[in-house]
């Protein structure tokens, strides 16, 4: 506040408020550092998406907004994984489960989220085994 940086002071409000709104849910719980994790996280999944709708819409001053709020709600999360990283932890979990092609894709990635939980977003997870399993059924 006293470096008069208003994006980071009205961010960091909205998450407080957004962290206060689930204890009010939880019935005044204190919420346990994972359930904060999961609340920035999905902070950061509403902007990309209204990144998304403010660009398809030509509203790039808006969009570039939302950009800063999410670079500012970063710093607050655990360092995310990069597509290399995830890709080697999915190759040993498709390995572990024996999975060989795109049906299995729940065993996995119901196994990989809880792995990756807070380190990598689950879209991106998601693309990188739906290749994985793509590639393993076409090698058979």
Do not use: C, H, W
Request: charged share 35%; net charge negative.
């Amino acid at each position: 506040m006293r470096a008069k940086d208003v994006p980071r002071r009205n961010t960091i409000r909205m998450l407080e408020a957004a962290i206060k709104n689930a204890e009010i849910d939880k019935r005044g719980a204190e919420l346990p550092e994972s359930d904060i994790l999961a609340i920035l996280q999905r902070q950061v999944k509403q902007r990309r998406e209204s990144i998304e709708q403010f660009e398809k819409g030509g509203r790039d001053d808006l969009a570039d907004k939302e950009r800063i709020e999410i670079t500012i709600i970063e710093q607050y999360l655990p360092r995310q994984l990069s597509r290399d990283e995830v890709e080697a932890r999915a190759r040993a979990v498709i390995e572990q489960v024996g999975a060989t092609g795109p049906g299995d894709r729940g065993k996995v990635m119901g196994m990989l989220m809880r792995e990756l939980r807070g380190e990598a977003d689950g879209s991106l997870v998601n693309a990188v085994v739906g290749e994985l399993l793509a590639a393993a059924a076409e090698a058979e």
